[in-house]
């Protein structure tokens, strides 16, 4: 599935790199941090667009439409962008957010090997769909005979500070809810991306049963895996111009502050939702110099490919 083109500096159950004792830890709480690199004193935004890119067909596009479409490079790329909405408004702080979900299926796939069982660009109905359900749809293969269920939600934030951290987590609220994952269980299998993705017929019928509108929602919690990727501004990254022990050192010590900060606000507002414990959440931070100049690329680069 390719190489995961971006150092990672933590990747542990949150328990074992947390300094906090206040909180009793919870060890299906994970921690993700990652950075991309520098060249010539300066962040690598081109080396960011290009893994945007790289991963903007499994997103935006099913599988047929992908497979249909091998050995034609610069027509998936048109396809995918003609997929996209890019609906959020001006002044919106989630503005990105569909940036920020392709990052989330590029990470998937690099990093947790992930299938991408459904392209949620690709099947969300209407512009206000983006409001609605996970961000990211993904089956993992374990072993032989075993499988997960992720259902991510991705953010693009100028700030993770306190305030902000509170409106993601109302948004997992919303995606484990027993509706919620009903839907979300009802889009996998009435898409035929499964049938082509999981050729073992055992695992993908076992898959099926489980996502059966017949089974109780409490049977998935444990294998339900939520990752929550928030891309983010940060001044340290600004103020960086290679990638030193100091500047490592600074982000780890930033992203466990903010995942104590986080785990420890969603504990206390969704702690008592039936079956919680059994979930394993990933909090996926990756810092970026400045929002606003990897957006606009990002729209410059939508535009430029919807027109080829």
Known sequence: MGTLLFEVLVDNTFANVSDDTSTPPVANNKLLSLINDFEDGNWRYTKFQRFIWDNIAETSLSYKERESLVGEPQTTLATAARSLRLTDKQDDISKGSELAEIVLYGLMKHHYKALPVVPKIFYKQNPQDNAKGADSVHIVIEGDNDFSIW???????????????????????????????????????????????????QIRNNIKKLLSQNESMDTLKSKLHIPILLLHECTKTQNAICLSPEYKNEIVAYHKNRAESYFKKQTNKLGHTYGYSEITFHLILFPVPCKKTIVDKFIANVEYHKNQ
């Open 151 to 201: 259902f991510g939600e991705a953010k693009f934030y100028n700030s993770i500070e306190d305030a902000r951290l509170d409106k993601v987590i109302d948004s997992v609220g919303n995606s484990i809810q027993t509706d919620k994952l009903r839907k979300e269980n009802s889009i996998i299998t009435n898409v035929s991306d499964i049938d082509y993705l999981i050729t073992n017929e």
